[in-house]
Each structure stands twice: as C-alpha cells, then as structure tokens.
C-alpha cells in the first residue's frame, strides 16, 4: 500500500462509513414490522414470510469474507461505489417485486451490495487512520448502527398503515444515490496485493452453509420432512468436513483451522452462535406476535420495540464498569441466564394485558441483550494478535450475520411446529407464541454452559480489568 501514503483522507470519510452501518441496520429492521402487510399483499402467511430476512442474512454470511479482498485488488473507492450501486438497485428491485420469489431474489442482490458495504468503508478506515485515533472513530461510525434499531421499526410500521410496503425499501434509494456521489469525493482508494483467494475453500463452506440454512428455512416453513430436514443437515455437515480436511493441507485456506486453536475466540464463536438461536428471533417473533396473536397495528407493534432499543444504546456505557467489576466468565454467565428468563417473561402477556405493562420487560431484555452482544464480541477478538486479528474479525462477521440466519429460522420452526400441535394449542396461535418463548428460553439456558469453558482472567486484558487471586 506504498503508493497510498499520499492519499488525502478527508474527515467526511467517517460520515461515509456512518452512512453505510446506518442503511444496513435501518434495513435490516425495517422489514419486521412490515412483515404481516407484505404477506397480505404477496398472499403469503405471515409466518412463512422469514424467507426474506434469512435471504438477506444468509448472503452477507456467504460473502463478506471475499469483501476484504476485493478492496485491496481493486480498490476501497470502486467497492464500495460498486456496493452502494447494488445494494440500491436491489432495494428499487425489492419495491417492484410482486410476488415472493422475486422478492427474495431481489433481497440476495441487495444483500450482495450489503456484504460490501460496511466491511469495505470499515476497512477504509482502518487504513486511513492511526491506531491511536481508531477507537474514537469507530465508536463515531457505530453509532448510527444503534440508532437504525430505533427508527427501523416504528417507521416501518408508519410506512405500511400510511402508504404501503414497497416504500420502507424506496427510503434506501436517495440515501444510496447520495452515497455514491459522495463516495467518489471522499472514499480514498486504497489498492494492496491481496493474497491469493481461496475459492474451492470458499466452496465447501458456502454449499454446507447453503444447505444448512435451506433446511432450517424449509422446516420453518413446514415445506419439507423431518427426514429430508436430516439429510440437508447430513450434506452440509459433509461439505464441513471436507472443508477441515482440504485446509489441513491448504497453506492459506479460507480460515485457518488454527484460530480455532484460540480458546477465547471458539467459546466465543459457540457462544454466539447459541445464544442468537435463543434470541435471534425476538426482532421478528415479537412485532409478528403483537400484530397477529393480539392484532394490534403495525404502526403500535414498531413503536413497541422502542424502549428495547434506546435501552440497548444506553446500555452499552455500562458493560466497561460490569466487566472491570465482575469479569467475563461470571458476568457472560449470569447474564445469558438473565437472558433466559426475560425472554421466557414474553409468554405472560395476551392480547387483553396492556401494552404499558409490556414497556418495563422490554427495558430489561433491551439492557441485558446488550450487555450479552457486547460482552461475547469483545470476549470472541481479546486473544488475538497482528496475525489473527484480520482473519479472527472476519470469522467473527460471519458467525453474526450466520447465527441471526439461524435463530430466525429455528425460532420459525419452533413456532410452526407448536402450532401445528393439536395437543398443545388446538390452532391457537397466540398460544403457540406462548410456548415458542418459553422454549426459546430454555436454549438461551444451555447456552450458559459454554462460558463455564472461560476462565477467571479472560478478557482482563482488553477490559483494564486487574485480576485477583482467589
């Protein structure tokens, strides 16, 4: 990257990143409450509608890790143009689509733009500034991350009762018209020699990845058998497998089987994972169960899940002083646990209990789910040195973007499998509601048992934490 140190960086290039992170999240949080108007228009369910988040999801999963590469071969600048371009050609696509399958298709061209987006401007900053200044300016960029959680649904439920569905994705179309623009004054282009890409790795893992998620999506729906649903998770379990084994032998495969060697980063890679199936589907399961189960609007099912997400940006000055007082392992535990039974709470209320009485407990789930998110990422990167740091932050995006694939999609299964369960709900829906919470609560329980697996002083070095003898 020699030939970039002459390269100007503007200050606005942070508003660039903070742009991205703001569409993605704003995006990826809009469409919940607007679920039940599209499946209405697209004559759909609205629990069989999960297929067009899981598309979304599942895509930036699948490509992310090439993101990185492509940045350095080609240039910071022309990606992320390229990405903004996509993802707003998918969002006018996404509007115009009339029935669900071109409403998916339309999603997995706007999430390749998405799997771009962010890495690229987030590695443009990475390049452009020092280390001592980075904290600050990530810490800036984040913010509006946070924020997309709060207008996402309440707009999108504003959205649906005053016009229709197609408009929560028109939104994105002058914001990424103003990216690109913007993008080609302010986006410096870094160029540097990428290392070969792994592509038969990147193979293998994409097709159990594929597979993995076509089986939880299609028992979700209902859509297939048990038998079947075993025999795509036997495949993809294969294609894994095969995976190990070629990059046992590979010299730079896709990722390294030695960060697994890491302890800090698989608990907290498995504890991600397991965690999300309890909580993933929350963001969908509730504006589903408000506006279905007790039939409230989509407009006051959005403004529900405020408290929830103020609360989660609140929370976030508190986990520094918890882990310096408390320590990861005792604090990951405790907190999963508390996790458990707030989610479980959400099988209490009906349709005739009173929306106020619903505020206090998504305070609360809005607090510790943030508590938790923080805490298992920081936990997942804290061994990590030069060496591992670029590969470990990547394997990490993926199981994100993975794990919320996959706690939607269990949690649909869950749902659909309860309500088809004459014996348990007779068709009540509300009451199949009831029961995926509490169930969804005892998988958050056993998810607890992972961080038994840390120990006393982990993380004590990225938390400032000083370490006592017992």
Aim: hydrophobic fraction near 55%; proline fraction near 4%; aromatic fraction near 8%.
């Amino acid at each position: 990257m020699e030939a970039n140190k002459s390269i100007i960086i503007s200050p606005k290039l942070q508003w660039i990143a903070a742009m991205a992170m703001f569409m993605q999240a704003l995006d990826s949080t809009i469409l919940n409450t607007a679920l039940p108007a599209m499946a209405a228009d697209l004559g759909r369910s609205p629990l069989s509608m999960q297929s067009v988040i899981i598309a979304y999801t599942l895509t930036l999963a699948l490509l992310i890790p090439i993101s990185g590469w492509l940045a350095d071969k080609y240039g910071t600048r022309r990606i992320f143009s390229l990405a903004v371009g996509l993802f707003t050609l998918g969002s006018l696509a996404c509007a115009l689509s009339d029935d669900i399958n071109l409403l998916v298709c339309s999603r997995i061209l706007q999430a390749i733009g998405g799997s771009m987006m962010v890495p690229v401007s987030r590695l443009a900053l990475i390049y452009a500034y020092p280390k001592d200044q980075l904290l600050k300016v990530i810490n800036f960029v984040t913010m509006p991350a946070l924020v997309g959680p709060v207008v996402g649904p309440l707009l999108g439920g504003w959205i649906v009762q005053i016009a229709s569905w197609h408009w929560i994705f028109l939104v994105n179309i002058p914001i990424g018209i103003a990216g690109i623009v913007f993008a080609q004054k302010v986006m410096p282009d870094f160029k540097r020699e990428p290392k070969s890409l792994d592509i038969l790795g990147f193979i293998f893992i994409s097709c159990g990845l594929i597979l993995l998620s076509m089986g939880l999506e299609l028992g979700g729906e209902g859509a297939i058998s048990l038998t079947f649903l075993f025999v795509l998770v036997f495949i993809a379990s294969v294609f894994f497998a095969v995976y190990v084994f070629y990059a046992k032998k590979k010299t730079n495969p896709l990722f390294s089987l030695d960060l697994f060697k890491i302890r800090t980063l698989r608990i907290g890679l498995l504890g991600n994972l397991f965690t999300r199936l309890g909580v993933g589907g929350l963001p969908l399961l509730l504006p589903l169960m408000l506006q279905v189960a007790f039939l409230h609007s989509p407009s006051v099912s959005g403004m529900m899940l405020m408290p929830a997400a103020i609360t989660a940006i609140v929370a976030k000055s508190w986990i520094v002083p918890l882990v310096r007082r408390f320590g990861y392992k005792k604090l990951l535990i405790a907190n999963t646990l508390a996790l458990a039974v707030v989610i479980s709470l959400f099988a209490l209320p009906d349709k005739t209990t009173p929306l106020l009485l619903l505020v206090p407990l998504l305070i609360i789930y809005g607090c510790i789910n943030s508590f938790q998110m923080t805490s298992m990422n920081t936990i997942t990167l804290a061994d990590l040195d030069d060496n591992t740091a670029s590969e470990g932050n990547s394997l990490q995006t993926v199981m994100q973007q993975l794990s919320m694939s996959f706690g939607i999609s269990v949690s649909m299964m869950i749902l659909r499998g309860i309500e088809n369960t004459e014996c348990l709900t007779d068709g009540n829906t509300e009451l199949a509601f009831k029961y995926t919470f509490i169930v969804l609560g005892i998988i958050t329980t056993l998810a607890s048992i992972i961080f038994l697996n840390l120990k006393k002083g982990d993380g004590d070095k990225i938390s400032g934490r000083k370490s006592k003898n017992e």
